[in-house]
């Protein structure tokens, strides 16, 4: 059973950086593409970054792109979302996906990812 478990989240000022961690008890995270996505109050949920399992390739969205990165570490079979210049409009509940299928360029799409973590709280103040 994949269970994804978020960490990392918290309160910061405006220009902090953050580092998520998604985590996973089996072997999941180094298997599979792996999707950031974030929901802000009253908006729908959004992609923020993707990482395929062949070649790492990465996506970012148009709003974080060079203000965030993410990586993963196969070893502790857990991606990372860090987080840069962080600016109040990056105030979300922030989840990491698992996309099963496996592509060559990860999907922005969240309907292809399979399995969500519960997420965790991220809060820019200006």
């Known amino acids: 059973q994949v269970q994804l478990v978020e960490s990392g989240g918290g309160l910061v000022q405006a220009g902090d950086s953050l580092r998520l961690s998604c985590a996973d008890s089996?072997?999941?995270?180094?298997?599979?593409?792996v999707g950031w996505f974030r929901q802000a109050p009253g908006k729908v949920r959004e992609f923020v970054a993707g990482i395929t399992l062949h070649d790492d390739n990465v996506r970012y969205a148009d709003s974080v792109m060079g203000r965030f990165t993410i990586s993963r570490d196969s070893a502790k079979n857990t991606v990372y979302l860090q987080m840069y210049s962080l600016k109040p409009e990056d105030t979300a509940v922030y989840y990491c996906?698992?996309?099963?299928?496996?592509?060559?360029?990860?999907?922005?799409?969240?309907?292809?990812?399979?399995?969500w973590g519960q997420g965790t709280q991220v809060t820019v103040s200006s």
């Open positions: 089996g072997r999941t995270l180094s298997t599979y593409d």
């Open positions: 996906a698992v996309e099963t299928w496996g592509r060559r360029y990860p999907t922005n799409f969240e309907t292809e990812y399979d399995y």
